[in-house]
């Protein structure tokens, strides 16, 4: 155990320190996650004249949030892993005794915690400027949130690290992630709130994972109707499915496998 521990550490030191090294870059990386506080101009207008059972405030804590679930769960695997098994750089990986996706996971968390100041620089300059959006939640709605977070980062991890698989077939498995970012995109919760949607929708896109990698974390915090059993529990039930299709592609990937010094 002593030993996985300094190995975590060692990996997530390194790719801290490398993260560090491009500064400049991670904060245009927050910058160009500030989708939801744009849209969020958009709905508080609407709300003033329409019928959406979400006041102006309500519209603005729930984007505000979306902005850091989608800092947290942000994930640019599969064009990483595409450009190793491209360019045959998996290959040295594969002499590591150590699985090649610890170090994606170990450099996804590095980031996470060298953007996590701007994050929160952004969130305060915010609520300095809107301090009627500003609320407390309360322990136990964080928590939750927090946990909802972290399994949000996993489920989305999982499944573009499954498309990844896909660069042992294709060179451009990328273009999976950019098709699947359409669904993300409208059904996720990023673009609205799924209150806003209709019920018959609703209930459509909640046997879907997408709801889970956005509006759930962010209904949780904000105190947004959500049934948190169901939630919690497909979002472990999508991260296992996920796995075991990654796992077996894994395998089946390495066998045509044929980069440079494999």
Known sequence: MKRIIRKALTLLSVYYAYMIEYRAELILWVLAGSLPIILMGIWIQAAQGGQFGLSPV???????????????????VIWDFEREVVEGKLSPKLLQPLDPVWHHVASHISERFARLTFVFLLVGLFFILYPKAFWVPSLSRFLLFTLAAILAFALRFTIQYTFAMFAFWTERASALENFWLLFYLFLSGLIA????????????????????????????????????????????????????????????GLKRYSGMGA
């Open 58 to 76: 309500d519209f603005a804590r729930y984007f505000i949030t979306v902005f850091m679930v989608r800092q947290l769960t942000v994930v640019w």
């Open 193 to 252: 709130p799924l209150e806003v949607f209709p019920e018959p929708v609703q209930k459509i896109v909640m046997f879907t994972p997408f709801p889970y990698l956005i509006d759930f974390p962010a209904s949780l915090l904000v105190g947004l109707p959500v049934d948190i059993g169901r939630g919690f529990g497909s979002m472990v039930g999508w991260i296992l499915v996920f796995l075991g299709a990654n796992r077996f592609l894994w395998r089946a």
